[in-house]
């Protein structure tokens, strides 16, 4: 992919970046292109983002072991004259930890505790369960060498613990800022206006969520085809599993574009905010003028590739569910598959169609991003919830967006001050199951899933207080990225 190949050579990346270069014709605009100025990735803040190497030998500790047997996890203390090793690493709230290894040892494990093991008398036992948000991840794209896992401090006191069965084992740990104290000056989008409910009531009312698939673009994407056909076009991807739904992508194209984004949602049909937000974005991207100076950058500079939504048969039924087809179930396609996970055997039709429409794009796409709206479950105090690749150059514009978006939240009345972090993390790689693994593990095109959450701060899914939200929170990703990737190009 041509961004990666020019990455090679960047190491830092907190800088100024004027931003230059062609607008897009388009008549509907009395703006000239020399009169405008354009939107700059500002990178000066960028430093507690960036990966910080603080690994050193003298995080290594004698007598401390990780045994594991029966079930039962503990930590046992032998003492200083003990040769076996392990590195004990006091966290820091809020900053998160990625280890690297060159070799991952049968006896490697990992344990995250609250008490200081370097504190306790020989003899000493901790218990600890085991812990999913420790766990490895596959090898390091780029190397075969590298097994690495992340990790993030969400207590004041807090202690990381890896037991390698060997003395002083090859391992780096980088250290790098979840959520900063004070938010990070940049160019961020807020909506200057209510983005419109989706319960299909009032004056304002932005569509309904009971909408069939045919209807979203009808109603949400074909009259802006019409409006800017210079612009827009609307592209036939096939039929989906059922056979009874086409699936349309549409390619926004201005002259003289500087990145390629490929934006994808409506895997999950009960999710409809996240839908109906990245419509309702698209939109506000496609009217855009030089007053409203960010969309107005990415109106000209960059051509997005969407597909509004992949379970055309899900959304096209009935939402409020039936006995027969309860609201659960068109979650999944006709076929009851789960399209979420299934970008590795492409065994649907609709997962083979969204991969064939980005294949033939994959080497001019730096970035893809697919949107969903997570429910309570499992996920009651979270702020975002989000997946992405940590070890490529635009992983700094999502910690960035991550951390403005918490001190949004808090502003609002939406989060705690002290956010569960567990759910905050990027991942390090992802299976090709999903479709952020797939396209990073074949393509090497970075992936981001990011999730409206809606948990009970929160507004009401289809209010237009929360679409207002879901639209601020993909528009700042988008945007960021946009901008990291036009000024790195």
């Excluded at 979203?216 to 994407?221: I, N, S």
């Excluded at 905010?273 to 990415?298: E, G, K, N, P, S």
């Excluded at 967006?401 to 002290?418: A, D, I, K, Q």
Aim: aromatic share 14%; with cysteine.
């Amino acid at each position: 992919m041509r961004s990666f190949r020019r990455f090679a050579a960047i190491i830092a990346i907190a800088m100024l970046v004027s931003l230059i270069g062609g607008c897009g014709t388009g008549e509907q605009y009395s703006v000239e292109p020399q009169q405008v100025q354009w939107a700059e990735y500002i990178g000066d803040n960028d430093w507690p983002f960036l990966p910080k190497n603080i690994f050193t030998f003298d995080l290594y500790e004698n007598g401390i072991l990780l045994i594991e047997s029966d079930g039962k996890y503990r930590v046992e203390i032998e003492g200083a004259h003990s040769p076996e090793q392990a590195v004990v690493l006091a966290g820091e709230y809020g900053k998160c930890y990625e280890v690297s290894f060159w070799s991952k040892t049968d006896k490697l494990r990992i344990a995250r505790v609250n008490t200081d093991p370097r504190t306790l008398g020989e003899g000493s036992v901790i218990e600890y369960s085991a812990d999913e948000s420790v766990r490895y991840y596959s090898d390091k794209p780029g190397s075969d060498a590298f097994t690495s896992f992340m990790y993030v401090c969400r207590e004041e006191s807090e202690y990381l613990i890896i037991y390698t069965g060997e003395q002083q084992a090859s391992l780096s740990i980088d250290e790098r800022t979840m959520l900063q104290d004070s938010d990070i000056e940049d160019n961020w989008w807020i909506p200057s206006q209510y983005t419109g409910n989706i319960d299909g009531q009032g004056a304002y009312a932005l569509g309904d969520y009971r909408w069939s698939s045919a209807r979203v673009l009808a109603e949400l994407y074909d009259p802006y085809a019409e409006k800017y056909p210079d612009y827009i076009s609307k592209v036939y991807l096939g039929q989906d599993e059922s056979k009874s739904f086409p699936m349309y992508g549409y390619i926004y194209e201005p002259e003289g574009y500087e990145t390629t984004m490929f934006l994808t949602s409506g895997t999950h049909p009960t999710e409809e905010t996240a839908y109906f937000a990245l419509a309702r974005f698209m939109q506000m991207v496609c009217d855009a003028t030089a007053d409203d100076i960010l969309l107005y950058t990415l109106r000209h500079k960059v051509r997005f590739i969407v597909v509004p939504m992949i379970n055309v048969w899900g959304v096209s039924q009935n939402h409020d569910g039936t006995a027969e087809l309860p609201r659960s179930r068109i979650r999944y396609n006709i076929s009851g598959g789960s399209l979420n996970q299934d970008f590795d055997d492409l065994s649907q039709q609709e997962s083979r169609n969204v991969y064939s429409f980005f294949k033939q794009y994959a080497e001019d796409i730096d970035i893809a991003m697919d949107f969903h709206a997570a429910d309570t479950s499992g996920k009651n105090g979270v702020t975002l919830y989000y997946n992405f690749i940590n070890n490529t150059p635009n992983a700094v514009a999502n910690y960035k967006t991550t951390n403005h978006m918490h001190h949004r939240f808090v502003e609002l009345g939406y989060s705690p001050t002290n956010p569960n972090l567990s759910k905050i993390p990027g991942s390090y790689t992802k299976s090709s199951a999903y479709l952020e693994g797939r396209l990073w593990n074949e393509f090497k095109v970075p992936t981001i899933t990011i999730e409206h959450v809606l948990h009970g701060l929160f507004p009401d899914a289809h209010s237009s207080e929360s679409m207002s939200l879901a639209v601020e929170i993909f528009g700042n990703f988008i945007v960021q990225n946009a901008l990291f990737f036009i000024a790195n190009n």
